[in-house]
């Protein structure tokens, strides 16, 4: 298994940047693809980006695609979400996922992630 720990949220204001890490422990990290969802108040979790194992696949919604940017670095078993041109509706929860899918492929199910991390705020102010 694998335990991913979120970290980078924050408070930002509409049109600022932010840039969310995943740290995974336990097993090979480019054994799993990687994902970000968000829930926000009085909303179910949905999708924002994911990567596959290998790092050369992305996929993104629709609502972030051209502001947002899903990355790995299996060397030191971290994944980033980069995060420009924020806007208020992008406030949530941001949570990061693994699922275990190694190669190119990449899960774009929440369920299809098994392991998942805490969660960590972003806030962004208009």
């Known amino acids: 298994q694998v335990q991913p720990v979120e970290s980078g949220g924050g408070l930002v204001q509409a049109g600022g940047s932010l840039r969310l890490s995943c740290a995974a422990s336990?097993?090979?990290?480019?054994?799993?693809?990687m994902g970000w969802f968000r829930q926000a108040p009085g909303k179910e979790r949905e999708f924002v980006a994911a990567i596959s194992g290998s790092g050369d696949n992305t996929y993104y919604a629709d609502s972030v695609k051209g502001r947002i940017t899903i990355s790995r670095d299996n060397a030191k078993n971290t994944m980033y979400l980069q995060m420009n041109s924020l806007k208020p509706e992008d406030t949530a929860v941001y949570y990061c996922?693994?699922?275990?899918?190694?190669?190119?492929?990449?899960?774009?199910?929440?369920?299809?992630?098994?392991?998942w991390g805490q969660g960590t705020q972003v806030t962004v102010s208009s």
């Open positions: 336990g097993r090979t990290f480019s054994d799993f693809a």
């Open positions: 996922a693994a699922a275990y899918s190694s190669g190119s492929y990449v899960p774009r199910s929440i369920y299809q992630y098994k392991y």
